[in-house]
């Protein structure tokens, strides 16, 4: 019998969160714990957008304001959950959502564009 080449299937999401109004300067260290995370996960980050300090529409553990990133990345099936689990423990992100953009994400299809 022929056997059937393994296809890695990547899927691209974009995720908001918010960095602890007070725990600004560590950010450096948060996007780089992120992009660490999406790198072992073998996919790769396609935009980070720091949107900066912002009023949230409600209080978040008695803090008013929070530091916003967006980022827009790739990465196996499994990735999300392991940024749910770094977002969840770490204390410097005090909100987070992730989205899933695209179902069958193909890499090289756009860095030919």
Do not use: C
Not at 1 to 17: A, Y
Not at 24 to 32: I, M, P, T
Not at 56 to 81: C, H, M, N, S, T
């Amino acid at each position: 019998m022929f056997e059937i080449p393994k296809v890695e299937r990547f899927r691209k999401w974009e995720t908001l969160f918010i960095i602890h109004p007070e725990r600004v300067d560590e950010k450096e260290a948060v996007l780089e714990k992120f992009r660490q995370i999406v790198k072992d996960k073998k996919g790769d980050v396609l935009k980070i957008d720091e949107w900066g300090m912002r009023k949230l529409a409600y209080p978040i553990e008695k803090k008013k304001r929070g530091y916003y990133v967006y980022a827009e990345f790739y990465g196996r099936a499994d990735l999300p959950q392991e940024l749910e689990n770094f977002f969840r423990i770490d204390e410097r992100v005090i909100r987070y959502i992730i989205v899933k953009l695209e179902d069958r994400y193909q890499p090289e299809k756009e860095s030919t564009n």
